[in-house]
């Protein structure tokens, strides 16, 4: 059943800029209370104020904690903790921090490679990972992840930002198996070129076949995109592909129940006992 938004807690990691500013607009404009998860503290307070003017009764909260995700697994840790003591548990994760770097494969550093790896995945893993106990416990939850379609198609100078963005399916569906007897669930979006701060960053070292691959399809506008992220995230659908794995995913759902029932029996027996 969709998630009500309404005095939901939503928390948006890169949520100061691009298309994380314009998801957080979008929830609060359906009345969630937001937490906005990025570096820079400047960037921060501004879109808070650009945020606030939405809002659609005097209740709405936002509040602005200045972390690394892709850092220190404590400190994002510590981050949700105080986002959990100010607005309650987040009902809803949005994880949208990431960047893109292009360039030919024997041209990109490798610390770009161990870069795009640390922000793009270990920074959806971490803040992930600091959500989804209280999540499971209460039976609630949504996380959603940011690929890109250099997510689902490993693009010309996308060698390290395409792979990034490829683990970031791996995890989103493992763990979408693991938690979907617990009614919490797992989106991943791969939203095409938009026009964003990060975009025009990006396009000022793009190699010259990645901008004409990338010229084919137009340029979205990160109001529309935000806009389909949430749609998706709260009333979850299935696309394609997953259709087809269907009587695949299926059997192994059930596997999954039939541990977690047979496994809650037992604690009860042993509390009991
Ligand atoms: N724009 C596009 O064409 C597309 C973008 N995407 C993906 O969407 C997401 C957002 O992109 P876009 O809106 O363009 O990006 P922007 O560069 O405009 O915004 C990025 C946001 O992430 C934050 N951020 C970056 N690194 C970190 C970090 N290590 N820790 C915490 N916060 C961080 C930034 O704040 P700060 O720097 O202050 O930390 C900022 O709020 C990215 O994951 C991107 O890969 C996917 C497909 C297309
Ligand atoms: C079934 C899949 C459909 C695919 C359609 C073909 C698309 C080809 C052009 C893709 C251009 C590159 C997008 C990367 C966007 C991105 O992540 C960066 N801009 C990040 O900032």
Known sequence: KPLALP???VVVTGGSSGIGKCIAIECYKQGAFITLVARNEDKLLQAKK???MHSINDKQVVLCISVDVSQDYNQVENVIKQAQEKLGPVDMLVNCAGMAMSGKFEDLEVSTFE???SINYLGSVYPSRAVITTMKERRVGRIVFVSSQAGQLGLFGFTAY???KFAIRGLAEALQMEVKPYNVYITVAYPPDTDTPGFAEENRTKPLETRL???TTS???PEQVAKQIVKDAIVVTMGLFRTIALFYLGSFDSIVRRCMMQREKSEIADKTA
């Open 7 to 9: 005095g939901a807690h």
């Open 50 to 52: 650009e945020i606030e």
């Open 115 to 117: 870069r795009l790896m």
């Open 162 to 164: 395409s792979a990034s």
């Open 213 to 215: 691959i990338s010229e």
């Open 219 to 221: 340029v979205c506008k």
